[in-house]
Every structure is written in structure tokens, then in C-alpha cells.
């Protein structure tokens, strides 16, 4: 199995080191033929040839970075669609600072017209290229099997999400841990490529860990929150044994200093780019009802501090008319055309740049929720309160990795793990990770009507 392991991530790595060389070759094509001659007919430039690779290396460099942030390298691992939304990303962020590094360099606005072929031509090929290799990937690996170990807890939500990725994953067996841990044992040894340890009491599923860890067995686990906090812990060598030291967190002074420059910065700026947008939206609501523009509610930030969320308008004024708070769900008859255009492009969140610019919200954090609901939230799970350690977001890391339908549950264990992991760096991987998401429609539905608060575990 290490071996078969071993070869698929060789591969992986073969097939995306093709696919940058290839995008590279594209941007050297247009910059030997379009952009250079440009610059020396006006005296900007005059290469030699390491000067050249120096342009090509330095292309190529962003483009790793840009891709490995965004998991564009990840073929076979996560969606096709997934991979080809990283790679487009990919090629804009690293084709759009080439292109005002040559600017620069001719100190004037070059033509964008053979940057924006170069994408064009990159983006068709990143499409057809993502569709072979996962072809030929899939083909050549045939799916894990899999064996899911599991507790009192219903596994039909792991189930579904499993068999969502049914060309990489097979889901052969399932056992209740009541069956007990010798007859699941016997089980493991029937040759599974992995095995999920799926809402176990921590006795049996440590023993099963190290069993699985001993044969060389993948695992996948279901963390628990005190799993999550321990991800966070520093490791001390204060005598001749390891130890964990977990504390109450806060930021440093000088994290807290560079967030908010970043928030100030950021939320003037995308203020400023955004302002055509918000017009227009703010118009069109106003002429469908003649209802507010805007739409403000109570909401909860660090230290469940309250403070008014100022959105755009996407329901009916009449919305909760009974006063009962409660979430979109799919299809809700409250949300007009027009919020459902501006929900589903993220347009109905740009007012809260105003919260993030006067000092209520972060750019990045756990979602803020209304006080009703987290009271609701806190009697099946206390340790929601965990998550107000920090200023709440405009995005975070369960927009990012979760969705707007992801358990209460699910959401918390993102958010805790944002918060143990904090580094400036995360802030702005999750920034650019945030554009993404926004093309993803799944990203922005609504909860099922038939789905209920996580238990607590």
C-alpha cells in the first residue's frame, strides 16, 4: 500500500510539474514575441540570455506559489472543478503582476491584449489538461476502499460526502463500535485501503489508531474539539518527556497591529473598486419594493460583544415579521430576484467593508451570528463560545473549507482550528483563498429544511 501511495503522489507530482511547465512555455512565448521586442524597440531593454531565464524563472516562481496556495497541484485528489478553479486563479494572480512587472519595466501601460491571449490560451489547456489527467489518473488508480467504524452517531452525512467523490473513494463496509474492537480488528485485516474512525469514544478509537498506524492503514478521522485545541498546543521540552502546553489565546500586540493595517488598508481599497457595484445593487433593490436599501441586524463579535451587521437587503421586508430568527434555507420563499442574484454572488456582504473599517468585524474571522442563534448553539454545544475569542469576519475558515449548510458543529471545528493555527500568513492565504469560494455556488446554499443543530460530542 506505501508503495501504491508513493506512486500516485509521483504521478500527481509529474502531471502538475507538466502542466506549469507548459504555462510557463505559453507566457515565454508571448514574452519572446510580444512584450520583449516592445521593450527594446523603445530602448526599455536590452536582455542577455540569463536575463531571459531570469523573466521565465521568476513567471514560473509565482506560478507555484499561486498554485500550490490555491491546490491547483492537487490532481486526483480534489474535484476536477475544484483543481481548474485553483489553476484559473493560479494563472490571473500570476499573469496580472507579470504584466505590471513588464509595465514597470517599460514605465509606461503596456498592451494587456497578449497577456490576456496568454490566459486565454492557459485556461483552455488548463480545462482540457485537468479533464485527461483525471481520466487517466482514475483509470489507472481504482478507488480505496473503504471500512467506516462508527458510533451511536447516524453516518449518513459521511456517507453522502464520501460517495461524492465515488471515483476516489469506495465505501465497502460499515461497522457499530459496539460490535466490539476485536471483531473490528478482524475486519481491518481483510485488506482495506483506509479505514474511518467516525464518532468512536476516545478509548477505542486511540487503540484503533495505533492498531491502523502499526500495518501502515490510512486513517481518516473525525476530530473532536479538544483534538482541534491540541492542533494549537506548543510543544515543550521541559524535561526528558514531551509535553503540550495549551493556554488561553489572544493575539501578540504585533499581530494585532498588522491585522488591523491589513483591514484598513483592504477594506478602503476594495470600498473604493467596489462603489459601481454597490450603486447599482442599491438601485435596483430600491426600484423592485421601494423597501430599504440596507438591511441591519444585531450580531456578535469578540467576546460576544454585539454590534449592527449592515448588509444589502436580499428578503422581503417582511421576512421575520414573527421575530423568530432563523437561517436561509434552500428555495426560501422570503429571498426576492433580486437578493437571490446578489446571495449568490456575495454582493449582499460588501456594506460590511463599513463594519470591517470601523473596527467591528476583521476581514478575516469566524462568521458573526445573531445572539437568539447562538444561544440556541450554545445549549447543545457550550463550546461555541470558543469561537468569540477572536473578532468575527467578513470570510474565514469555514467559508473557505465548509459551506453555508456545514453543521453548526462542523462550522466550529473550522473556525477552532483557524484559531489555534492563527499567523498573519493564514489571514492572507484565506483572502485569496475567499475568491474562489465566491464562483462556487455551493458555497452560498441555504441550510436543508430537514437538517438540525450538530449534537454535541
Same mark, same amino acid.
Given at each position: 500500500?506505501?508503495?501504491?501511495?508513493?506512486?500516485?503522489?509521483?504521478?500527481?507530482?509529474?502531471?502538475?510539474?507538466?502542466?506549469?511547465?507548459?504555462?510557463?512555455?505559453?507566457?515565454?512565448?508571448?514574452?519572446?514575441?510580444?512584450?520583449?521586442?516592445?521593450?527594446?524597440?523603445?530602448?526599455?531593454?536590452?536582455?542577455?540570455?540569463?536575463?531571459?531565464?531570469?523573466?521565465?524563472?521568476?513567471?514560473?516562481?509565482?506560478?507555484?506559489?499561486?498554485?500550490?496556495?490555491?491546490?491547483?497541484?492537487?490532481?486526483?485528489?480534489?474535484?476536477?472543478?475544484?483543481?481548474?478553479?485553483?489553476?484559473?486563479?493560479?494563472?490571473?494572480?500570476?499573469?496580472?503582476?507579470?504584466?505590471?512587472?513588464?509595465?514597470?519595466?517599460?514605465?509606461?501601460?503596456? $498592451?494587456?491584449?497578449?497577456?490576456?491571449?496568454?490566459?486565454?490560451?492557459?485556461?483552455?489547456?488548463?480545462?482540457?489538461?485537468?479533464?485527461?489527467?483525471?481520466?487517466?489518473?482514475?483509470?489507472?488508480?481504482?478507488?480505496?476502499?473503504?471500512?467506516?467504524?462508527?458510533?451511536?452517531?447516524?453516518?449518513?452525512?459521511?456517507?453522502?460526502?464520501?460517495?461524492?467523490?465515488?471515483?476516489?473513494?469506495?465505501?465497502?463496509?460499515?461497522?457499530?463500535?459496539?460490535?466490539?474492537?476485536?471483531?473490528?480488528?478482524?475486519?481491518?485485516?481483510?485488506?482495506?485501503?483506509?479505514?474511518?474512525?467516525?464518532?468512536?469514544?476516545?478509548?477505542?478509537?486511540?487503540?484503533?489508531?495505533?492498531?491502523?498506524?502499526?500495518?501502515?492503514?490510512?486513517?481518516?478521522?473525525?476530530?473532536?474539539? $479538544?483534538?482541534?485545541?491540541?492542533?494549537?498546543?506548543?510543544?515543550?521540552?521541559?524535561?526528558?518527556?514531551?509535553?503540550?502546553?495549551?493556554?488561553?489565546?489572544?493575539?501578540?500586540?504585533?499581530?494585532?497591529?498588522?491585522?488591523?493595517?491589513?483591514?484598513?488598508?483592504?477594506?478602503?481599497?476594495?470600498?473604493?473598486?467596489?462603489?459601481?457595484?454597490?450603486?447599482?445593487?442599491?438601485?435596483?433593490?430600491?426600484?423592485?419594493?421601494?423597501?430599504?436599501?440596507?438591511?441591519?441586524?444585531?450580531?456578535?463579535?469578540?467576546?460576544?460583544?454585539?454590534?449592527?451587521?449592515?448588509?444589502?437587503? $436580499?428578503?422581503?421586508?417582511?421576512?421575520?415579521?414573527?421575530?423568530?430568527?432563523?437561517?436561509?434555507?434552500?428555495?426560501?420563499?422570503?429571498?426576492?430576484?433580486?437578493?437571490?442574484?446578489?446571495?449568490?454572488?456575495?454582493?449582499?456582504?460588501?456594506?460590511?467593508?463599513?463594519?470591517?473599517?470601523?473596527?467591528?468585524?476583521?476581514?478575516?474571522?469566524?462568521?458573526?451570528?445573531?445572539?437568539?442563534?447562538?444561544?440556541?448553539?450554545?445549549?447543545?454545544?457550550?463550546?461555541?463560545?470558543?469561537?468569540?475569542?477572536?473578532?468575527?469576519?467578513?470570510?474565514?475558515?469555514?467559508?473557505?473549507?465548509?459551506?453555508?449548510?456545514?453543521?453548526?458543529?462542523?462550522?466550529?471545528?473550522?473556525?477552532?482550528?483557524?484559531?489555534?493555527?492563527?499567523?498573519?500568513?493564514?489571514?492572507?492565504?484565506?483572502?485569496?483563498?475567499?475568491?474562489?469560494?465566491?464562483?462556487?455556488?455551493? $458555497?452560498?446554499?441555504?441550510?436543508?429544511?430537514?437538517?438540525?443543530?450538530?449534537?454535541?460530542?
Amino acid at each position: 500500500m506505501k508503495r501504491m501511495d508513493s506512486l500516485k503522489r509521483f504521478v500527481i507530482l509529474q502531471l502538475s510539474f507538466i502542466g506549469l511547465l507548459f504555462h510557463t512555455a505559453v507566457y515565454a512565448f508571448f514574452w519572446f514575441h510580444e512584450y520583449y521586442p516592445y521593450l527594446r524597440f523603445h530602448g526599455k531593454a536590452n536582455f542577455f540570455f540569463k536575463g531571459h531565464i531570469l523573466i521565465i524563472l521568476i513567471y514560473f516562481v509565482l506560478l507555484f506559489f499561486f498554485a500550490s496556495t490555491y491546490g491547483a497541484l492537487k490532481i486526483g485528489y480534489l474535484k476536477p472543478t475544484d483543481v481548474f478553479l485553483s489553476e484559473f486563479f493560479s494563472l490571473l494572480f500570476a499573469n496580472v503582476i507579470s504584466y505590471f512587472q513588464i509595465s514597470l519595466m517599460a514605465n509606461w501601460i503596456v $498592451s494587456v491584449k497578449p497577456i490576456a491571449m496568454a490566459t486565454l490560451i492557459q485556461t483552455i489547456a488548463s480545462a482540457v489538461w485537468i479533464f485527461v489527467c483525471n481520466t487517466c489518473y482514475y483509470k489507472a488508480f481504482p478507488p480505496r476502499e473503504i471500512l467506516i467504524i462508527h458510533g451511536e452517531r447516524s453516518i449518513n452525512d459521511i456517507v453522502t460526502k464520501f460517495e461524492s467523490r465515488r471515483e476516489k473513494y469506495k465505501i465497502r463496509k460499515s461497522m457499530n463500535i459496539s460490535e466490539g474492537v476485536e471483531a473490528v480488528k478482524k475486519e481491518i485485516a481483510n485488506g482495506y485501503g483506509a479505514v474511518v474512525l467516525w464518532d468512536i469514544p476516545v478509548a477505542d478509537r486511540n487503540y484503533l489508531l495505533k492498531y491502523c498506524y502499526s500495518r501502515a492503514v490510512r486513517v481518516y478521522m473525525m476530530p473532536k474539539i $479538544s483534538d482541534v485545541i491540541i492542533k494549537g498546543a506548543d510543544q515543550l521540552h521541559l524535561f526528558d518527556t514531551p509535553i503540550y502546553l495549551t493556554r488561553e489565546y489572544a493575539l501578540k500586540i504585533e499581530q494585532r497591529i498588522v491585522k488591523r493595517l491589513i483591514d484598513l488598508v483592504c477594506s478602503i481599497l476594495l470600498l473604493i473598486a467596489a462603489s459601481p457595484f454597490m450603486l447599482v445593487t442599491a438601485a435596483a433593490i430600491r426600484l423592485y419594493d421601494g423597501g430599504p436599501v440596507f438591511y441591519k441586524q444585531i450580531r456578535c463579535t469578540i467576546g460576544c460583544k454585539e454590534f449592527s451587521i449592515l448588509k444589502f437587503r $436580499s428578503m422581503r421586508v417582511d421576512a421575520e415579521k414573527d421575530g423568530v430568527a432563523r437561517l436561509a434555507s434552500k428555495n426560501d420563499s422570503r429571498i426576492t430576484p433580486v437578493g437571490r442574484f446578489i446571495r449568490a454572488t456575495r454582493i449582499d456582504e460588501l456594506p460590511q467593508l463599513f463594519n470591517i473599517l470601523k473596527g467591528d468585524m476583521s476581514f478575516i474571522g469566524p462568521r458573526p451570528e445573531r445572539p437568539e442563534i447562538i444561544d440556541q448553539y450554545l445549549e447543545e454545544m457550550p463550546e461555541f463560545a470558543f469561537r468569540m475569542k477572536v473578532k468575527a469576519g467578513l470570510a474565514g475558515y469555514a467559508q473557505v473549507y465548509g459551506k453555508y449548510n456545514t453543521t453548526p458543529y462542523d462550522k466550529l471545528k473550522l473556525d477552532l482550528t483557524y484559531i489555534e493555527q492563527y499567523s498573519v500568513w493564514l489571514d492572507l492565504k484565506l483572502m485569496l483563498l475567499t475568491l474562489k469560494i465566491l464562483v462556487k455556488p455551493e $458555497s452560498t446554499e441555504g441550510v436543508d429544511s430537514t437538517q438540525t443543530t450538530a449534537m454535541r460530542k
